[in-house]
């Protein structure tokens, strides 16, 4: 099947810096990205939608200017954490669809834990 | 509102018995639905969706139902393995308004099977 591989996989960062997390479709375009969020036994919380070439589309009650998203290409997103804080540490995790998979298919990256010390 | 729900947190199973995971979903306009297999740290795994226009959907050991009258469906596994033990998220997702692909994920559910 499709492979969405995000890198890294773990990052620890002090807060107040900023943190980027790639997602990146191996096999496939990715005409459209997911980013969500998930806390320890919560479900997965969609944070935005991004299609490639323009601006992401953000859930309700998630900051844009805080959570950077770029989908340049169509094989790779970007989720940049910005000014982080220890509240925003959490398991991060991408997911994507597009030519070359299979109907509303959407596969997922292996996810990234983001720790803000 | 949580407009997905999987009301069972938890479920335990004898190998080689049938595991049954149920979800509910109240957002009339869900046409496509899928089920996500999750281990900790990891990304789900896409395992099988159904469309509305079906009632069931096969592939191997696992077989979902959709009852949409009820809006529920669920996801039975048999025989169960000691490697499904897993969390299970159902997810929908609505095709109208151009957002066909955004999913809506219940909190899943917690599958142990014991051997």
């Known amino acids: 099947g499709a492979v969405v591989s995000q890198h890294p996989s773990r990052v620890i960062c002090k807060s107040g810096t900023s943190v980027k997390i790639e997602c990146r479709s191996l096999d496939f375009q990715a005409t459209t990205m997911f980013w969500y969020r998930q806390f320890p036994k919560q479900s997965l919380m969609l944070m935005a939608t991004s299609n490639e070439g323009s601006k992401a589309t953000y859930e309700q009650g998630v900051e844009k200017d805080k959570f950077l998203i770029n989908h340049a290409s169509l094989t790779l997103s970007t989720l940049t954490v910005t000014s982080a804080h220890p509240e925003d540490s959490s398991f991060y995790i991408c997911?994507?669809?597009?030519?070359?998979?299979?109907?509303?298919?959407?596969?997922f990256g292996e996810g990234s834990w983001l720790t803000v010390v | 509102d949580q407009q997905v729900k999987q009301n069972s947190p938890s479920l335990s199973v004898q190998e080689g018995r049938i595991s049954i995971l149920n979800c509910d979903y109240t957002?009339?306009?869900?046409?496509?639905f899928l089920w996500y297999k999750k281990y900790p740290a990891e990304g789900p795994t896409f395992l099988i969706s159904?469309?509305?226009?079906?009632d069931k959907n096969e592939d191997g050991r696992f077989t979902v139902f959709l009852n949409k009258s009820a809006k529920h469906l669920s996801l039975h596994i048999v025989p169960s393995q000691p490697g499904d033990s897993a969390v299970y998220f159902c997810a929908a997702s609505a095709s109208s308004g151009g957002s066909n692909y955004k999913l809506t994920f219940g909190k899943g559910t917690l599958l142990t099977v014991n051997p």
């Open positions: 957002n009339s306009m869900f046409d496509y």
């Open positions: 159904i469309s509305s226009i079906k």
């Open positions: 997911s994507a669809t597009g030519q070359g998979t299979a109907g509303n298919t959407i596969y």
